[in-house]
């Protein structure tokens, strides 16, 4: 087990306790993304969620960040179109990237899930090229798997 890997167990371990009992999506994501950036060291953590045709800016940590994002556009949009989880290893190659910062190099968007319904979305920066791999994803495809529980 890297160490990677034992930081995301304890990530995953944390939020059903972080989170259980808890009737307050805002509060629930905001805790959520403290702890991912609190433990892994992110540059961005925060989520965007679905109204309408358009991914709306939740609550997250690190600078300022876009307000809204459209279907289908940028890495947020193309993860939740595609219901799948997008790993983007250099942003400067990935056509259409909505640069919110330029100090944004990798960046990981995972879908949130509720009754088969794309709800919303996790997005995470790096500042460096090439920060997110499988790990990572398979990681917080499970912690946004438990995560969508909490979410009312």
């Not at 289908?72 to 259409?96: H, L, N």
């Not at 995470?124 to 790990?135: A, M």
Request: aromatic share 10%; net charge negative; with cysteine.
């Amino acid at each position: 087990m890297t160490d990677k890997e034992k930081v995301y167990g304890e990530v995953i371990q944390t939020l059903s306790p972080l989170t259980e009992g808890v009737n307050n999506n805002v509060g629930v994501l905001a805790n959520c993304a403290a702890l991912i950036k609190e433990k892994l060291g992110f540059f961005w953590v925060g989520f965007y969620m679905v109204e309408g045709e358009k991914l709306i800016l939740g609550p997250f940590q690190g600078p300022v960040a876009c307000y809204e994002i459209g279907y289908g556009r940028g890495v947020c949009g193309t993860a939740w179109k595609e219901r799948k989880s997008v790993v983007v290893k250099d942003v400067e190659e990935f056509p259409g990237h909505i640069a919110c910062s330029s100090l944004s190099r990798s960046e990981i968007v995972v879908p949130i899930f509720k009754n088969d319904k794309v709800i919303g979305v996790l997005d995470i920066d790096s500042t460096s090229v090439g920060t997110f791999d499988e790990t990572d994803r398979i990681s917080l495809e499970k912690a946004m798997e438990i995560l969508s529980k909490y979410l009312v």
